[in-house]
């Protein structure tokens, strides 16, 4: 039987020249390098310039996967960008990529899921690849979450970076079987109950201001592991793989306790694990892409192996990519 694949034909990265290290944040906030470390396994983050806003990033980001993918701008005909930090209340920061690309035809929106917004960005770039309504989409995730940080609050100013990754899709032809190049599956879930253990204290609608991050821990912590386990277990049913037929898995780097409980809960091998946390902090939506690149890049990643990729942020959301490179 044949079926159409997302096929990723190429991806690329950016980081903001500010690298701000855990030497640097000590001297700004009553933290050190030895304890943002043993808590996170973070050593640095990227900050964006002044004056440089998401769509930059995600402009160099989108440039750099077109390159590697040898497209044209012009053969896109979707663009989705993952931001929980974008340029304006509105117009989409999508449509300023697509803008400054010389794109003036298709489609061009955000979506918003937090740090599982690249994860429901290509969940939805493989929809509208499946059904016809693309053909050729730029999935991109983008953060600045250097401007919604409360510099003075020690547990969230530590933990987040800036930064931007994009993917290129394009349909193509499988044959319905696991060892078909593209998105395998994909698998997403939210619930607002837990809203108040990672929020923005802002917004247009409820105080007309931007507001900064706030964070219950041990809370996120407390939830992310088992919910990272449910949307890769199900990955793994409706594909009949496991753990072992893996060759990598590349999961939001948020914090690195909970990317090694995640992958020995999953029973992943941890040379399977691609991890960026401790370069890049968490940049959110733009973690995955950046991971992803950074693995192709050095020269783990390779064609035809399997990849799960997954992330868990705020609302909660979560969710899992599989997809066979």
């Known amino acids: ?42 050593k640095q983050r990227h900050i964006a310039a002044d004056g440089e806003v998401t769509s930059d ?11 590697n993918a040898g497209m044209d701008a012009q053969e896109i005909d979707t663009i989705i960008l993952a931001t929980a930090t974008p340029d304006n209340t509105f117009p989409a920061t999508a449509v300023t990529v697509q803008s400054r690309l010389g794109i003036y035809h298709g489609a061009a929106f955000d979506v918003h899921a937090v740090c599982s917004g690249f994860v429901y960005a290509m969940a939805t770039a493989d929809a509208y690849i499946r059904s016809g309504l693309s ?38 032809e ?32 409820s105080t007309q201001t ?31 793989t496991t753990a072992e037929d893996l060759d990598w898995f590349i999961p939001h780097q948020a914090n690195k306790r909970i990317i ?25 939506a733009a973690s995955i892409p950046l991971a ?6 050095d020269g783990r990643v390779k064609p035809g192996d399997l990849v799960m990729l997954e992330a868990m942020g705020g609302g909660f959301t979560w969710g899992s990519v599989l997809l066979r490179w």
């Not at 044959?175 to 698998?187: N, P, R």
């Not at 809370?219 to 009949?240: L, P, Q, R, S």
């Not at 090694?260 to 902090?281: F, R």
Request: hydrophobic fraction near 40%; proline fraction near 2%.
């Open 292 to 297: 992803v690149d950074t693995a192709v890049r």
């Open 135 to 172: 053909r050729k989409c730029l999935v991109i995730g983008a953060e600045t979450f250097s401007r919604i940080l409360d510099w003075n609050d020690r547990t969230t100013c530590v933990l987040f970076g800036d930064g931007a990754g994009a993917l290129v899709l394009e349909a193509g």
């Open 174 to 205: 499988g044959e319905g079987t696991v060892a078909d190049t593209g998105i395998l599956t994909t698998h997403l879930r939210s619930d607002g109950r837990h809203k108040d253990k990672l929020f923005v204290d802002g917004g247009p609608s």
């Open 260 to 284: 090694d409980a995640s992958a020995k809960k999953l029973s992943i091998d941890p040379a399977k694990v691609v991890t960026t946390v401790q370069w890049h902090g968490n940049t959110s």
């Open 57 to 67: 990033l995600a402009v160099e980001a989108a440039k750099a996967a077109l390159l």
């Open 1 to 42: 039987m044949t079926v159409i694949r997302s096929i990723v034909r190429g991806c690329g990265s950016y980081l903001p020249g500010r690298c701000l290290t855990n030497e640097e944040l000590s001297a700004m906030v009553d933290t050190s390098d030895e304890w943002i470390v043993q808590r996170t396994g973070i």
């Open 210 to 240: 931007v507001g900064h991050l706030r964070m219950e821990g041990r809370e996120v912590f407390k939830h992310a592991v088992g919910m990272i386990t449910d949307v890769i277990e199900d990955a793994f049913t409706a594909t009949g």
